[in-house]
């Protein structure tokens, strides 16, 4: 069982694997009480050898490792590569290149939408893993050789099922639509925390542009609070806690400590003060700079929207690709509120296969009809009217 515990070993094993066209990807962490993800182990593999890192053993060095993922020439493969990269980025201000991940790869290839590795290692190589440890604690040492054979599988079957959704990619001539989506993954604004910017995870949520602003600036300080002490957000507060301070607007910590689901005695401590401290510049700001709600636009095009979902499950029937793939509820939205709307679906291979057409049945030159149990297309023009009355 391959687990390298030094510095010398890591930068052996990283050289051999650097000779390789690419490497397969893996890491066992920790985030159950933390803010950023603790790494307990990383596994790579070529396709000749594979291994397992042990970064909490003392005195080891990653830059063997960080060099690999910064190496240009290897194609670095991981399965749902975000948080594997983030833990990457959050090392060394790197985003491994060139990337592949064989979740959204298997998305474009038909598997369905997040197709999970267990289930892509079974309908590719007909292994069924054992996944008993994967709940263990990663932090704890020594490692077991069931934890070992573990991680270093999440690795090994990786490579064949790189090599079947990249053969399936270039046959299919959609290599280029997984080139497209790499590149939000290999971007580094993809992985950089924003305080500014925690709002938009619930934005939502909210009702107005009072309380819109006063979230934005409670959003912030949660945010910058949970990054500085490495907990969870909901371990400063929870989401549903913060949507109900920022509706209600308490601007004094007796009238906070009123608020039915705010923790008791917090609002005497500095995060009491600093809380109302947000409330007061959320409430100070200009509503003409906030981001606009746009409740209305869902409302006035449900019939629409309701409409390119049909279209959107036929093209991606069609094409077998998974429809979250393709457009999302808010493009679908977008689209319907506008032609020229600046979303994924209306860009590169998506505007090709669904784009498009989905302008051409908003402007009522492309009908659905059911054939034989399935929605189909075809041009208004060529179709019968149905008769009135």
């Known amino acids: 069982m391959s687990l390298v515990t030094t510095t010398d070993e890591l930068a052996a094993v990283c050289d051999r694997l650097a000779k390789h066209p690419f490497v397969t990807v893996d890491t066992e962490f920790l985030r159950e009480t933390t803010f950023w993800p603790k790494v307990c182990v990383i596994q790579l593999a070529s396709p000749i050898e594979a291994t397992a890192i042990d970064t909490l053993a003392e005195g080891l060095d990653l830059t063997p490792f960080l060099d690999l993922m910064a190496n240009e020439s290897v194609v670095k493969v ?13 090392l060394a201000r790197l985003v491994p290149k060139p990337l592949f991940d064989t979740q959204v790869a298997a998305m474009v290839c038909g598997y369905g939408e997040q197709v999970s590795y267990v289930e892509l290692v079974k309908g590719i190589t007909r292994v069924n893993l054992d996944k008993s ?16 054979s573990y991680a270093i599988a999440d690795v090994t079957y990786l490579r064949d099922i790189y090599l079947h959704l990249r053969a399936r990619l270039e046959r299919s001539k959609r290599i280029d639509w997984l ?33 819109l602003a006063v979230l934005m ?5 949660r945010e910058t609070e949970a990054q500085s002490r490495d907990v969870p957000r909901s371990r400063v507060l929870k989401d549903d806690v913060l949507l109900e301070v920022a509706q209600a607007a308490p601007r004094n910590q007796d009238a906070l400590s009123n608020l039915r689901a705010f923790p008791r ?12 401290a947000a409330i007061e510049r959320g409430l100070a700001r200009d509503p003409a700079t906030l981001p606009h709600i746009d409740r209305e636009r869902r409302n006035n095009n449900g019939a629409t929207v309701e409409l ?25 939205e977008a689209v319907a509120s506008d032609d020229n709307a600046d979303v994924a679906a209306l860009r590169g291979w998506r505007r090709t296969i669904f784009g498009e057409k989905a302008i051409e049945l908003k402007r009522g030159r492309l009908a659905l009809a059911v ?8 041009d208004w023009h060529d179709a019968e009217p149905a008769a009135t009355s």
């Open 78 to 90: 991981f399965h749902a590569a975000r948080q594997d990269v983030e833990i990457v980025w959050r």
């Open 133 to 148: 440890s994967r709940f263990t604690d990663w932090s704890r040492r020594p490692l077991s050789e069931a934890q070992i």
């Open 179 to 211: 080139v497209d989506e790499m590149q939000t993954l290999t971007s580094p604004a993809t992985y950089e925390q924003h305080p500014e910017d925690a709002w938009e995870r619930l934005r939502h949520r909210a009702r107005k542009p009072r309380d």
């Open 217 to 221: 600036e409670l959003a912030a300080w």
């Open 265 to 276: 005695g917090m609002e005497r401590s500095r995060a009491g003060a600093d809380i109302i």
């Open 308 to 332: 390119l979902k049909v279209l959107l499950r036929q093209v991606a029937e069609e094409t077998g690709v998974a429809a979250k793939m393709i457009a999302t509820v808010d493009d679908l």
């Open 371 to 378: 054939e034989n149990g399935k929605v189909v297309t075809f």
